[in-house]
């Protein structure tokens, strides 16, 4: 059952709902919006999120284009990995490639987006045939590929290594996060968001976050803790995009600077004035627009090249 939260613009129609089987035999849950035939978007959310972080996106863009979305493994509908080895980027990658072969028909080209973990699972997929079949442009979002710890300015504390060991044991911290009230949404908008969010902003990315189950978001904070995706970001060679927010404390503008220098093919880097790390709910009209964009730009170049081939 789709968790798509409420909005000023009213509700989606019912979406369509399958599973795709991953290469360890993971069964990932994927959510299908909008016209068959329609231009295709991909979305893949971040650490601690589900499907329901893209609402805003979906439902503007499901008007006209086929959306796709899925819960990564341990989140929203799709289950936790049973074993350990389960959390790895390379898991990240193969859930990707399944979602793009169970959605996507032979040679059909998408618009790829992803938020934070979500962005850093286009880097980890960069090599993989499926991505490169379908992948005909990427958006990343507030996302880094390495030194993620390091960076993070979620501790008002001088760089270095106490920052860095107190940050990891923060992020990686097994206690549960409780319920939503003032105390916990306060909290969670100073570590994720702008000073400016909107209240019901911070409500809604609240209850996204403290549904995300323990186990996964703790298994999941050390995957991060150790990220290295640098040299998938050199081989992401297709045209990029990439947001961010200035007030971002958990992946500062830093790491999108510096994947804006390195992608092969890059095309802008947008800084999102006093917008936190949740840019998509943040600010959706600008994470939406770079989609349509991107959409608008480089699908119908990819389906010229295939009725010429035709």
């Given at each position: 059952m789709s968790r798509l939260f409420g909005s000023r613009t009213g509700s989606l129609p019912h979406p369509q709902e399958l599973i795709a089987v991953s290469a360890d035999g993971a069964r990932v849950h994927v959510e299908v919006y909008g016209p068959e035939g329609a231009p295709a978007v991909v979305l893949a959310h971040g650490w601690t999120c589900s499907i329901a972080f893209w609402s805003e996106q979906i439902r503007d863009l499901a008007r006209d284009h086929r959306v796709i979305a899925y819960d990564q493994r341990g989140h929203g509908l799709t289950p936790a990995p049973a074993d350990p080895a389960g959390y790895s980027t390379r898991a990240l990658a193969d859930d990707l490639e399944a979602v793009l072969a169970a959605t996507l028909a032979p040679g059909e080209r998408a618009v790829l987006a992803g938020h934070s973990m979500g962005g850093m699972t286009l880097m980890a997929a960069a090599t993989r045939p499926a991505f490169r079949e379908h992948a005909a442009a990427a958006l990343l979002c507030s996302t880094g590929p390495s030194r993620l710890v390091a960076e993070s300015l979620v501790l008002p504390l001088p760089a270095g290594g106490v920052r860095t060991r107190l940050t990891k044991a923060i992020l990686g911290a097994r206690a549960p996060l409780g319920p939503v009230n003032a105390v916990s949404r306060k909290i969670l908008k100073y570590a994720t968001m702008g000073p400016g969010s909107a209240p019901e902003r911070?409500?809604?990315?609240?209850?996204?976050?403290?549904?995300c189950?323990?186990?996964a978001r703790v298994a999941w904070s050390h995957v991060l803790g150790e990220l290295d995706l640098e040299a998938g970001v050199r081989e992401l060679e297709l045209p990029v995009a990439v947001i961010a927010g200035t007030a971002d404390r958990l992946t500062p503008p830093v790491h999108s600077r510096?994947?804006?220098a390195a992608l092969?093919?890059?095309v802008g880097l947008e800084e999102l004035a006093g917008m936190g790390h949740m840019t998509p709910v943040e600010a959706p009209e600008a994470v939406t627009a770079r989609i349509r964009a991107l959409v608008t730009t480089y699908l119908p170049v990819e389906q010229q090249k295939k009725e010429e081939v035709a």
């Open positions: 911070v409500d809604a990315c609240a209850r996204i976050v403290h549904a189950p323990r186990r510096g994947l804006a092969p093919q890059s």
